[in-house]
């Protein structure tokens, strides 16, 4: 029986599922329900709608507490408790050095040096103060913004996975922007979903080259790259990735891999990953046990892949 793919556009991007069963009509119903948990999230998530609670979170917390839901409250902790794994390598109080380095809806740009260091004493999650007890979050600043761009797909792939599986789903895949996807059981007559990872290049290529195929099965892979979204100057290429702790773009590193059972997860650590790079992989890698990890780092115009449990395709 084909499978039934349900589609649609949130959070900027592409969400699509793709589900197997024996019955079609209950399986485009889960889809729907999915989805529809994946736009709820985009309303309450998004930085870019002044109805979001994020956006009523972000333009009062430094005049005050601000309660918020204990759904937003819950992940708001998950992504203190990330920040502090990754030694601060992800961050979502990056917001003010995004928007200074011209990537928060735009191409990107090379700010004056008072600028960044302007922006870098708005950032930091020890401007956060989240009060357990009353579900408050409080600003130590003005100018502090909360941006969840490098976890908030993630999150929703997780949570549509969720209402698949309590909708009796057992063969699913949900993909968020092909940045984030999550496998539900393996396809019919296979052990795993075979996901690809493409060789990282600065400009779209005509026919890419395959990196890795990566099996997954009650897991989920979030991919994080800088080509997509970069500029340049003096010859040296700024990607929209920024790098909390030194307040500039990421460098070295192009792209970065992260396979976990939680997709929320995947997508903060591999952000953390490719803003590490090389030098921070074992760090981050020993984070979770089961990892799969993969970091493609560029100098001089050559690439050099390293890879902790995922099986990279051999050159030529």
Same mark, same amino acid.
């Given at each position: 029986?084909?499978?039934?793919?349900?589609?649609? &556009?949130?959070?900027?991007?592409?969400?699509?599922?793709?589900?197997?069963?024996?019955?079609?009509?209950?399986?485009?119903?889960?889809?729907?329900?999915?989805?529809?948990?994946?736009?709820?999230?985009?309303?309450?998530?998004?930085?870019?709608?002044?109805?979001?609670?994020?956006?009523?979170?972000?333009?009062?917390?430094?005049?005050?507490?601000?309660?918020?839901?204990?759904?937003?409250?819950?992940?708001?902790?998950?992504?203190?408790?990330?920040?502090?794994?990754?030694?601060?390598?992800?961050?979502?109080?990056?917001?003010?050095?995004?928007?200074?380095?011209?990537?928060?809806?735009?191409?990107?740009?090379?700010?004056? /040096?008072?600028?960044?260091?302007?922006? *870098?004493?708005?950032?930091?999650?020890?401007?956060?103060?989240?009060? *357990?007890?009353?579900?408050?979050?409080?600003?130590?600043?003005?100018? #502090?913004?909360?941006?969840?761009?490098?976890?908030? %797909?993630?999150?929703?792939?997780?949570?549509?996975?969720?209402?698949?599986?309590?909708?009796? #789903?057992?063969?699913?895949?949900? &993909?968020?922007?092909?940045?984030? #996807?999550?496998?539900?059981?393996?396809?019919?007559?296979?052990?795993?979903? %075979?996901?690809?990872?493409?060789?990282?290049?600065?400009?779209?290529?005509?026919? /890419?080259?395959?990196?890795?195929?990566? /099996?997954?099965?009650?897991?989920?892979?979030?991919?994080?790259?800088?080509?997509?979204?970069?500029?340049?100057?003096?010859?040296?290429?700024?990607? &929209?990735?920024?790098?909390?702790?030194?307040?500039?773009?990421?460098?070295?590193?192009?792209?970065?891999?992260?396979?976990?059972?939680?997709?929320?997860?995947?997508?903060?650590?591999?952000?953390?990953?490719?803003?590490?790079?090389?030098?921070? &992989?074992?760090?981050?890698?020993?984070?979770?046990?089961?990892? *799969?990890?993969?970091?493609?780092?560029?100098?001089?115009?050559?690439?050099?892949?390293?890879?902790?449990?995922?099986?990279?395709?051999?050159?030529?």
């Amino acid at each position: 029986m084909p499978p039934v793919t349900v589609a649609c &556009h949130a959070m900027a991007t592409r969400f699509e599922i793709v589900l197997h069963g024996d019955n079609p009509a209950a399986l485009r119903a889960a889809g729907e329900e999915a989805l529809a948990q994946v736009e709820q999230l985009e309303s309450q998530l998004s930085l870019f709608r002044a109805s979001s609670e994020m956006a009523h979170l972000n333009a009062r917390a430094a005049n005050g507490p601000v309660r918020v839901t204990p759904g937003l409250f819950a992940l708001l902790q998950q992504a203190q408790k990330l920040c502090e794994e990754s030694s601060g390598a992800f961050d979502i109080t990056v917001a003010p050095l995004v928007r200074c380095w011209g990537f928060m809806g735009g191409d990107g740009r090379f700010p004056p /040096p008072d600028e960044v260091a302007e922006a *870098r004493a708005k950032v930091g999650m020890g401007l956060v103060q989240l009060n *357990r007890a009353d579900f408050t979050v409080q600003f130590a600043r003005e100018g #502090v913004m909360l941006d969840l761009g490098a976890i908030g %797909k993630g999150y929703a792939v997780e949570r549509a996975a969720e209402v698949l599986r309590e909708a009796g #789903v057992t063969s699913a895949l949900i &993909h968020g922007g092909t940045s984030t #996807v999550q496998a539900l059981g393996p396809p019919p007559g296979e052990a795993f979903w %075979k996901i690809a990872i493409e060789t990282p290049s600065p400009a779209p290529a005509a026919s /890419p080259t395959l990196l890795a195929t990566v /099996p997954l099965k009650e897991e989920a892979m979030s991919v994080s790259g800088v080509w997509g979204n970069s500029f340049q100057v003096a010859g040296r290429t700024f990607g &929209h990735i920024i790098d909390p702790r030194t307040g500039e773009p990421a460098a070295g590193t192009v792209l970065a891999a992260v396979v976990l059972p939680s997709a929320t997860e995947t997508d903060a650590l591999s952000t953390a990953l490719l803003t590490v790079g090389a030098a921070g &992989h074992d760090a981050i890698a020993k984070l979770r046990p089961g990892m *799969r990890t993969l970091v493609v780092s560029e100098s001089g115009g050559q690439l050099r892949v390293e890879a902790k449990g995922i099986k990279v395709r051999p050159a030529g």
